[in-house]
T-cell receptor, first 115, second 113 residues
Framework: SQQGEEDPQALSIQEGENATMNCSYK?????LQWYRQNSGRGLVHLIL?????REKHSGRLRVTLDTSKKSSSLLITASRAADTASYFC???????????????FGKGTHLIIQP | DGGITQSPKYLFRKEGQNVTLSCEQN?????MYWYRQDPGQGLRLIYY???????QKGDIAEGYSVSREKKESFPLTVTSAQKNPTAFYLC????????????FGSGTQLSVL
């Protein structure tokens, strides 16, 4: 089964509102990453948070990590129509998450920003 | 421009046919990956390669084959043994010995005629 699972599966909000997506995972991790995918395109890396970090910011993005609950959240503030996309969390395939053996992705949250 | 290029964007396969998807990168990355994405689903790892002339099976390797003869190139062949090949295929790359920050190509949509 997937290491990471996003919640909700779909989210529709008005432009200017904040969007929050959650991710749960099952095994120990080295880091957790969030990616964005526009329809019919490849994924784009957004932000990485390491297991010893609790919160990280990048522009309008805020990511939190709670390793005791094995969960992470991605907050997009002041949403724009261009933020409409699917958002995926990803963790390392190996227990501990190190190495270059690829990432495991959840099914994603499809975010729609209504103008 | 530095990046990762997949071709073709759309590909059609006939019954019993093998088809090859191209993936080229000029980022000087050692590690390359092939993922499969089905509608509304996450990505599943098919094969990966951490170094030239070496590759490992991912979670769904059956019916697929790869080669890594050059650092820049990691082609994926979808063989006739793959009975349900219709999917969006994504190639990615990153630096060696880390799973951090994968760079993705723009994908190939494979459909069965």
């Amino acid at each position: 089964s997937q290491q990471g699972e996003e919640d909700p599966q779909a989210l529709s909000i008005q432009e200017g509102e904040n969007a929050t997506m959650n991710c749960s995972y099952k095994t120990s991790i080295n880091n957790l990453q969030w990616y964005r995918q526009n329809s019919g395109r490849g994924l784009v890396h957004l932000i990485l948070i390491r297991s010893n970090e609790r919160e990280k910011h990048s522009g309008r993005l805020r990511v939190t990590l709670d390793t005791s609950k094995k969960s992470s959240s991605l907050l997009i503030t002041a949403s724009r129509a261009a933020d409409t996309a699917s958002y995926f969390c990803a963790t390392g395939r190996s227990r501990g998450g190190g190495g270059a053996d690829g990432l495991t992705f959840g099914k994603g949250t499809h975010l729609i920003i209504q103008p | 421009d530095g990046g990762i290029t997949q071709s073709p964007k759309y590909l059609f396969r006939k019954e019993g046919q093998n088809v090859t998807l191209s993936c080229e990168q000029n980022l000087n990355h050692d590690a390359m990956y092939w993922y499969r994405q089905d509608p509304g689903q996450g990505l599943r790892l098919i094969y990966y390669s951490q170094i030239v002339n070496d590759f490992q099976k991912g979670d769904i390797a059956e019916g697929y084959s790869v080669s890594r003869e050059k650092k820049e190139s990691f082609p994926l062949t979808v063989t006739s043994a793959q009975k349900n090949p219709t999917a969006f295929y994504l190639c990615a790359s990153t630096w060696t010995a880390t799973n951090e920050k994968l760079f993705f190509g723009s994908g190939t949509q494979l459909s069965v005629l």
